[in-house]
């Protein structure tokens, strides 16, 4: 099965600044690329998400690429904010959805 | 709409006692499931419905049942808890299955087993 991994586990960056969340991918049939945001107590959230014909999406702040040739996708978010603080998980489909492991951002004021 | 519902929001249980965590959707979604979250290990997929009266397993599918009687309701059932089942229950749902249908979760279920 289709195996995601996910780094890094944790990430400190100044307000201000940009954040890169990188994951890589086992299943090469894999289509389907989305990022979640897990607020504290709270479900995920999809906030952006790639189709495997697709090698970069843009929305806002937010930008997610992809390289099927290396079977990696990243999540881009620039001019952090505080309350950009949570944890993301990307996920892969194939047959199902298999998650990364998380990365918890901390935005500092 | 309110969405996906989770109850109930925590629970303690002893070892070898059984318990059903609730999810409901509003959304006429085809496709629910159910994930277990753990500290450093991301979600994993528990068991999947595409529809009324149809279910299967996912990556982690040992200690739990479900059953999907309705398109609204998917419940989870643990019918001998142990200790390795304490985790963070969600429970989601899409418009259908396969890809590029978007999953919406539930605030999750909070298990402690002793």
């Known amino acids: 099965g289709e195996n995601v991994e996910q780094h890094p586990s944790t990430l400190s960056v100044q307000e201000g600044d940009s954040a890169v969340i990188k994951c890589t991918y086992s299943?090469?049939?894999?289509?389907?690329f989305p990022w979640y945001k897990q607020e504290l107590g709270k479900g995920p959230q999809l906030i952006i998400d790639?189709?495997?014909?697709?090698g970069e999406k843009k929305d806002q702040r937010i930008a997610v690429t992809l390289n099927k040739t290396a079977k990696h996708f990243s999540l881009h978010i620039t001019e952090t904010q505080p309350e950009d603080s949570a944890v993301y998980f990307c996920?892969?489909?194939?047959?199902?959805?298999?998650f990364g492991a998380g990365t918890r951002l901390t935005v500092k004021p | 709409n309110a969405g996906v519902t989770q109850t109930p929001k925590f629970q303690v249980l002893k070892t070898g006692q059984s318990m059903t965590l609730q999810c409901a959707q509003d959304?006429?979604?085809?496709?629910m499931s159910w994930y277990r979250q753990d500290p450093g290990m991301g979600l994993r997929l528990i068991h999947y419905?595409?529809?009324?009266?149809?279910?299967d397993q996912g990556e982690v599918p040992n200690g739990y049942n479900v059953s999907r009687s309705t398109t609204e309701d998917f419940p989870l059932r643990l019918l001998s808890a142990a200790p390795s089942q304490t985790s963070v229950y969600f429970c989601?749902?899409?418009?259908?299955?396969?890809?590029?249908?978007?999953?919406?979760f539930g605030p999750g279920t909070r298990l402690t087993v002793l």
């Open positions: 419905s595409v529809g009324a009266g149809i279910t």
């Open positions: 989601a749902s899409s418009r259908a299955s396969g890809s590029y249908n978007e999953q919406f």
């Open positions: 299943d090469s049939a894999s289509n389907y």
């Open positions: 959304m006429n979604h085809e496709y």
């Open positions: 996920a892969a489909w194939d047959n199902d959805m298999r």
């Open positions: 790639i189709r495997s014909n697709v």
